[in-house]
């Protein structure tokens, strides 16, 4: 068996490692920007509707603490009547209202709680998404061309079709490897080895070189 030939197979064989870690690398890359982008988007769009949802969040606590305060002068009222009250028959009636009123202030307070929590946690999400651009754009800048200021799902359209050029490149190379070293290995095994990796190839003439010559391989 030719030893060039074969030396020629394992450079096939190694050529093809590293088409394919510099392939899983850049898919590797891909996910980072493909993270980086869905986060970018998701940040824009709270923003862009942050002033009505604001606005709506501000409304609904100024109605919340409006109908607090109007519960509250029925409970004060409803207190002041039963102090009022003569009979028996009134003063029930009365109280009866009184603990109406003071369920009603309950439910007031409790709506009103609910639309703070609500309007908190609106803006804790502001200002988290605040702190998270930033990051986000380090992280662009780590991984590729990304001036500060620049639009992220802009760069990372930009970003994601250059990866998408470079990785049909590694694996057009990668098709033509993988084609010579089975043409190569099937020349010299005499026998087909279409459908293998090089390495897979190169195992397959090394174990019949070493088993029908007695070389090492």
């Not at 207190?79 to 028959?89: F, H, Q, V």
């Not at 307070?109 to 703070?116: D, K, N, P, S």
């Amino acid at each position: 068996m030719d030893s060039r030939a074969l030396d020629e197979l394992r450079a096939l064989a190694a050529r093809d490692r590293e088409l394919e870690e510099g392939a899983s690398s850049l898919r590797s890359v891909d996910a980072a920007v493909a993270e980086i982008r869905a986060r970018a988007e998701a940040i824009a769009a709270f923003f862009s509707g942050h002033a009505d949802e604001d606005g709506r969040l501000r409304r609904a606590e100024a109605d919340a603490e409006a109908a607090l305060e109007r519960r509250r002068s029925e409970l004060a009222e409803a207190g002041a009547e039963l102090e009022r009250a003569r009979s028996d028959e009134e003063r029930a009636l009365m109280e009866r209202r009184l603990m109406r009123a003071a369920d009603h202030v309950e439910l007031a307070v409790r709506a009103l709680a609910e639309v703070r929590t609500e309007r908190r946690s609106f803006d804790e999400m502001a200002e988290q998404l605040t702190r998270e651009l930033p990051e986000l754009e380090a992280r662009a800048r780590s991984l590729g061309d990304a001036p500060p200021g620049d639009d992220l799902v802009e760069w990372a359209s930009r970003t994601h079709a250059g990866l998408f050029v470079a990785l049909g490149q590694l694996d057009a190379e990668r098709e033509r490897v993988i084609r010579e070293a089975n043409e190569l290995a099937t020349a010299l095994l005499g026998e087909p080895t279409f459908g293998s990796t090089p390495a897979q190839a190169l195992g397959r003439v090394e174990h019949h070189w070493t088993s029908s010559r007695g070389h090492p391989s």
